[in-house]
């Protein structure tokens, strides 16, 4: 029927607008390493903000003691308690609790925010049991994972410049996000103090570090995005301070931020973002990360039961719902290896409401996950690309056999196979045979935790 052709024809649209082939690629690579150059240059120099994270030393193994850690930065946050037994004993305990963030308090008051954070860290401290105290006279420290892009004015000071990922809590911007936690844990009667504030790309950079000494670059695909790296101290133009001993900075890219014109950027997208809470900004984490994908399909779908007829005669209302369609609900849909499609069936009955869907109907919607998810993970490889770049990795000189190991959290990389797959190949499709052997992906599952707790130590008032 003349609506089917309509389905096909906007099929067909989208496999060309979502497009990504490899010069693209590479040109989004270059894009990636030339924006890099300017948010080191100059501040405001670039979209890519290239924050110094004052992290001047990875963990080296000798991190002794026992240390907390606190990561905010989605849904949820988590805290931890580790204890180090240097590099005999490495990580000998570790213990943790997730909490889930109330709606309510993602777009409420900082007080509010951290209060209840505070609250659960009081909470957490309460359960320290047999050998997992500090050693007495000593205060409690804390590694503060904290995933919003912040401008650090020391290892353990920063302030917020933004608010991403749905967060939306005016008086919290601009200010010293440690003194607000602090302020909080004084309020709740906790006794300790932050010494280190990390991003979550800096936790697992360290985390990665501490497994595996050729980690150069850590990248969190979860609801958000974001990369972060080891860069040359004499490499940062717009660095007034010393030059660390290491001779290096961690550098916090913020490259959720990165847009360029060589993007494939589709009407679904431009929408999305005018929608969004933060228009304009954070473009390419848009377009990869955990919180977008499944919202860019549902809009997809939109358009097709709106076109197309695509659904019957009547748009399904729940369609009309954004963010209705979670990514890990797209990812089972997309994963769906059964022969009726059941998954799909069972999904677009549960969350949408919609029934009695054919099987060539079920077909085109995993077409349309595959669309999306593989658009998000070339782009992500591209990425990595452009750090490999910058770092002069992209390429074998005679006999080099030296690794760049990446280290990668999040939910969506670790739980969306079909979608760490797709980077994964994609990253030995541009990098080519050769270079790839030496370029190692590596899961670093909740390094980020582990990571804050490292620093927490290497930074403790104590040494
Ligand atoms: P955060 O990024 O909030 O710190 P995580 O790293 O755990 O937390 O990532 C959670 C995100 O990962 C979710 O918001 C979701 O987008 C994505 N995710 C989780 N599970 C899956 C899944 N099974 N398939 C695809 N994406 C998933
Ligand atoms: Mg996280």
């Not at 401290?125 to 590694?143: C, F, I, K, Y």
């Not at 014109?261 to 997208?269: Q, R």
């Not at 399909?297 to 719902?321: C, H, Q, S």
Request: net charge negative; proline share 3%; hydrophobic share 40%.
């Amino acid at each position: 029927s003349g609506k089917w052709a309509r389905t096909v024809t906007i099929l067909k649209e989208l496999e060309d607008t979502f497009g990504t082939p490899i010069g693209k690629l590479k040109q989004i690579a270059d894009a990636m390493m030339v924006e890099m150059h300017a948010g080191l240059a100059s501040e405001g120099g670039s979209k890519l903000k290239m924050l110094i994270s004052f992290v001047d030393n990875l963990p080296t193994g000798d991190e002794k003691g026992l240390f907390y850690a606190l990561d905010l930065g989605g849904t949820n946050f988590r805290v931890l308690r580790v204890l180090l037994g240097g590099k005999e004993g490495r990580v000998v305990k570790q213990e943790s609790k997730e909490v889930s963030i109330p709606q309510d308090l993602m777009t409420g008051t900082s007080q509010e925010l951290f209060d209840f954070i505070a609250t659960a860290l009081a909470e957490f401290v309460a359960t320290e049991g047999e050998g997992l105290h500090v050693s007495s006279g000593r205060q409690r420290e804390l590694g503060f994972t904290f995933s919003f892009p912040v401008r650090q004015t020391s290892i353990a000071s920063g302030n917020l410049i933004k608010w991403t990922k749905g967060f939306s809590i005016e008086d919290a911007v601009e200010k010293d996000v440690v003194g607000e936690l602090t302020k909080a844990m004084e309020r709740m009667g906790l006794d300790m103090r932050v010494s280190a504030l990390v991003n979550d790309t800096i936790g697992t950079l360290a985390g990665g570090r501490y497994h595996n000494q050729d980690v150069i670059a850590a990248v969190i695909l979860g609801t958000g995005t974001n990369a972060a790296y080891v860069e040359r101290a004499n490499a940062i133009p717009k660095w007034q301070g010393l030059l660390p001993k290491s001779g290096e900075m961690v550098i916090n890219m913020e490259w959720g931020n990165f847009r360029s014109s060589h993007l494939p950027l589709t009407e679904y997208d431009h929408a999305l973002d005018a929608e969004s809470k933060n228009p304009g900004e954070q473009i390419f984490e848009k377009v990869i990360s955990g919180m977008y994908l499944g919202e860019i399909v549902r809009r997809v779908l939109y358009r097709m039961a709106e076109e197309a007829a695509f659904f019957g005669d009547t748009i399904p209302p729940k369609l009309n719902i954004p963010y209705i369609l979670r990514t890990p609900e797209m990812s089972a849909m997309h994963h769906d290896m059964s022969s009726d499609l059941k998954v799909v069936g069972n999904k677009l009955k549960d969350i949408l409401e919609i029934t009695n869907t054919s099987l060539k109907m079920r077909k085109v919607i995993v077409e349309v996950c595959d669309i999306v998810a593989t658009r998000g993970a070339r782009l992500s490889a591209a990425g990595i690309v452009g750090i490999l770049k910058k770092l002069g990795r992209d390429t074998v000189r005679d006999g080099d056999t030296q690794k760049s190991v990446i280290a990668l959290d999040g939910g969506l990389f670790e739980h969306y196979k079909k979608f760490s797959g797709c980077m994964e190949s994609t990253l030995k499709e541009l990098l080519g045979e050769e270079v790839a052997e030496n370029v190692v992906v590596e899961l670093s599952n909740d390094g980020s935790g582990i990571g804050a707790s490292l620093l927490a130590a290497s930074h403790s008032q104590y040494l």
